[in-house]
């Protein structure tokens, strides 16, 4: 079950559902204007979200932006057409990809079949659309390269194109005055290929491009939201993980002897699953 919560002044957000797939959804309430951060997996997805905010006193958003293409952060969108819709141009244009895809269970498991989706968002699209499957392709209204900046009054919101082997057209939205990051997906690895992984120049590169804001609370879309303190932790993990795949050419083996002796306990499942991540993009 979904709840509401707020960190800070001026930023709200709804929990994540795995089963259907339904990330964290964003709210930044300015004293002119209201931005939702991703329109959701679906129409009742999205209209939930706005409708628990409105009897909280919170308003409907007057802007929305998307963090990438994937389906989780988009297929809401067709419910907001009375508000300004903004993405990273590259966004727009895997958007457009999908609007010639028919969503009946037969075209998404041909889909699977063929390595255009994958088996795990095959089962949230059919989770999530149970009863209908009525789904549109809506595009963004507004699009742009690198950065753009948005004053809601009170309230200063950056959003920036980043990228990571999750989605290359990711961007992420830095709440300045609450010092809040909204990292979306873009920390995750690449699922759409035959073996989920990362790769090492990317995820160093990523990593130092996100250790640029000056941020006290992140938001992973999928996780609950984490402190400096653990995005700090995430991310020294993953530069180690990145350079023992490096050092020993991406021996498994190798690399979790290393890794053992460099953290002096057994790995966890998660440690384990990064490691493989990583071995499998190298």
């Given at each position: 079950?979904?709840?509401?919560?707020?960190?800070?002044?001026r930023?709200?957000?709804?929990?994540?559902?795995?089963?259907?797939d339904?990330?964290?959804l964003?709210?930044v309430?300015?004293?002119?204007?209201?931005?939702m951060?991703?329109?959701?997996?679906?129409?009742d997805?999205?209209?939930?979200?706005?409708e628990?905010l409105l009897k909280?006193?919170?308003?409907?958003?007057?802007?929305?932006v998307?963090?990438h293409?994937?389906?989780?952060?988009?297929f809401?969108?067709s419910?907001?057409r009375?508000?300004v819709?903004i993405?990273?141009?590259a966004?727009?244009?895997?958007?457009e990809k999908l609007?010639p895809?028919?969503?009946?269970d037969?075209?998404?498991?041909?889909?699977?079949?063929?390595?255009?989706?994958?088996?795990?968002?095959?089962?949230a699209?059919k989770e999530e659309?149970?009863?209908?499957?009525?789904?549109?392709?809506?595009?963004?209204?507004?699009?742009?390269e690198?950065?753009?900046?948005?004053?809601?009054?009170g309230?200063?919101c950056i959003?920036?194109?980043?990228?990571?082997?999750h989605a290359?057209?990711?961007v992420v939205?830095?709440?300045?005055?609450?010092?809040?990051?909204?990292?979306?997906?873009?920390i995750y690895?690449?699922?759409?290929?035959?073996?989920?992984n990362?790769?090492?120049?990317e995820?160093?590169?990523?990593?130092?491009?996100?250790e640029?804001?000056?941020a006290d609370?992140?938001?992973?879309?999928?996780?609950?939201?984490?402190?400096?303190?653990?995005?700090?932790?995430e991310?020294a993990?993953l530069?180690?993980?990145?350079?023992?795949?490096?050092?020993f050419?991406?021996?498994?083996?190798?690399?979790?002897k290393?890794?053992?002796?460099?953290?002096?306990?057994?790995?966890?499942?998660?440690?384990?699953?990064?490691?493989?991540?990583?071995?499998n993009?190298y």
């Amino acid at each position: 079950m979904h709840s509401i919560n707020k960190i800070g002044e001026r930023f709200w957000y709804i929990t994540p559902i795995s089963e259907t797939d339904r990330p964290i959804l964003g709210m930044v309430v300015g004293n002119n204007k209201t931005l939702m951060i991703d329109a959701g997996n679906s129409e009742d997805h999205v209209q939930y979200f706005q409708e628990e905010l409105l009897k909280m006193g919170v308003p409907n958003a007057d802007i929305v932006v998307l963090t990438h293409w994937h389906w989780d952060h988009i297929f809401g969108l067709s419910a907001l057409r009375n508000i300004v819709s903004i993405a990273s141009k590259a966004t727009k244009e895997e958007m457009e990809k999908l609007i010639p895809f028919s969503w009946s269970d037969e075209a998404i498991d041909e889909r699977v079949k063929e390595g255009i989706e994958i088996e795990f968002c095959a089962r949230a699209i059919k989770e999530e659309f149970k009863d209908h499957r009525d789904i549109k392709i809506v595009l963004p209204d507004v699009t742009f390269e690198k950065r753009a900046e948005m004053d809601l009054g009170g309230v200063t919101c950056i959003i920036q194109h980043v990228g990571g082997d999750h989605a290359s057209d990711s961007v992420v939205v830095y709440i300045k005055e609450e010092k809040i990051l909204f990292l979306a997906d873009c920390i995750y690895p690449n699922l759409y290929a035959v073996k989920e992984n990362y790769t090492i120049k990317e995820t160093l590169r990523l990593l130092d491009e996100l250790e640029q804001f000056d941020a006290d609370t992140y938001i992973p879309s999928h996780q609950q939201p984490i402190s400096k303190e653990e995005f700090n932790q995430e991310v020294a993990n993953l530069r180690t993980i990145a350079n023992f795949t490096d050092r020993f050419g991406g021996d498994k083996q190798s690399i979790i002897k290393e890794y053992e002796k460099h953290v002096q306990r057994e790995l966890t499942e998660d440690e384990i699953e990064t490691i493989s991540n990583f071995v499998n993009g190298y």
